[in-house]
């Protein structure tokens, strides 16, 4: 498992990895699981509910199968978790990386509206220059047409 583990780690290199749970060694807590069990400190482990009650009766090599099967349990729970959580890290940097798409967006759509303001302003400035030279020539030729007749 742990081989298998180290692979998927290895080749995804685009994924975030826990640097803490890459160490973790089943093989390590079974043995020292069974040196527990070997030297008779069991009683640490049936006070913390790992084992049931019904511990007491049963052997040694039944315990070992047992606590065994629940850290297959809890090392795949484990693996769960660190796919999820790899999975998130996944999601965070999509999204970091389209907040950074938009603000460089924003940015770009907020040079252009001011450019666009300022270019209204400016025909605005024009249009009413030519309107009250329209004007002006306007009178004048009134004034010319007056002076005609």
Known sequence: SLKIRNTEIQSADDVAVLEDCTDYSLA????KIEEELGK???SDCLGDDIIPSAGNEIGAEAQIRFLKAKLRVMQEEL???V???RKKEDENE???SQLKDTVEE???LQRTVSMQQSQ???YKMLSQEAN???EELQQEVIALEKVLH
């Open 106 to 108: 924003n940015t770009r």
């Open 94 to 96: 999509n999204l970091k």
């Open 28 to 31: 390590k807590t079974i043995s």
């Open 83 to 85: 796919c999820e959580c």
């Open 40 to 42: 008779g400190d069991l």
């Open 120 to 122: 209204t302003e400016k």
């Open 132 to 134: 009250k030279k329209s």
């Open 79 to 81: 693996d769960n978790v």
